[in-house]
Nanobody
Framework: VQLQAFGGGLMQAGGSLRLSCVVS????????MGWYRQAPGKQRELVAV???????RYADSVKGRFTISRDNAKNTVYLQMNNLKPEDTGVYYC?????????WGQGTLVTVSS
């Protein structure tokens, strides 16, 4: 299983970015998917998760600004990030959960300047 995340970059506060994560394999549609982030000097934290049936859950810090979605036909999960804040800076990791197994992508860096 491979997860490739991309779409990070440098953005000014108030801007938007969309992250994508492409997952290899044939069981994407029954997997729960998520995005986590790790800011410098901090622990990795949950940003958003989406279940196989499309139910989404968000960290309080991103509610109303970020949207997680999935396209099972493309084996891809997205994270639309709007109204970015400097505290959103970090490495964003894609996560896949299936039958108790957790898989991580390589991470993509998001930097938000004030």
């Amino acid at each position: 299983v491979q997860l490739q995340a991309f779409g990070g970059g440098l953005m000014q506060a108030g801007g938007s970015l969309r992250l994508s994560c492409v997952v290899s394999g044939s069981t994407f549609s029954i997997s729960a998917m998520g995005w986590y982030r790790q800011a410098p000097g901090k622990q990795r934290e949950l940003v958003a998760v989406i279940t196989s049936d499309g139910s989404a859950r968000y960290a309080d810090s991103v509610k109303g600004r970020f949207t997680i979605s999935r396209d099972n036909a493309k084996n891809t999960v997205y994270l639309q990030m709007n109204n970015l804040k400097p505290e959103d800076t970090g490495v964003y990791y894609c996560m896949r959960a299936l039958l108790g197994q957790i898989y991580w992508g390589q991470g993509t860096l998001v930097t938000v300047s004030s």
